[in-house]
């Protein structure tokens, strides 16, 4: 069984950055793929970003290309995501996602263990 706690999320004006991150516990999950998945009120949850474990490849959404950034730090069992050029549409309730298998995948379904979640809020 995997734990995922979701931490750094806040109030930030547009242009501004914040740093989300995601620590695992019960389980390594340095071979887990893991994902970063946002869900605003009355949307749908939709993928973000997501990154492979020992080769880290990583796979983003093209509305956060170039200003959102995927890491890991296997030592400490963490995954981060660097927001960037915040804009007011970023703003949702952002979660971590494990999933059993070393690929990224981008469904929702396709994860297996989920964190609680870390809202950011962009004001314009």
């Known amino acids: 069984q995997v734990q995922l706690v979701e931490s750094g999320g806040g109030l930030v004006q547009a242009g501004g950055s914040l740093r989300l991150s995601c620590a695992a516990s019960?389980?390594?999950?340095?071979?887990?793929?893991m994902g970063w998945f946002r869900q605003a009120p009355g949307k749908e949850r939709d993928f973000v970003a997501a990154i492979t474990g020992s080769t880290r490849n990583t796979h983003y959404a093209d509305s956060v290309k170039g200003r959102f950034t995927i890491s890991r730090d296997n030592a400490k069992n963490t995954v981060y995501l660097q927001m960037s050029s915040l804009k007011p549409e970023d703003t949702a309730l952002y979660y971590c996602?494990?999933?059993?298998?070393?690929?990224?995948?981008?469904?929702?379904?396709?994860?297996?263990?989920w964190g609680q979640g870390t809202q950011v809020t962009v004001s314009s």
């Open positions: 019960g389980r390594i999950v340095s071979d887990y793929a």
């Open positions: 996602a494990a999933r059993h298998y070393v690929l990224i995948g981008t469904s929702p379904t396709e994860y297996n263990y």
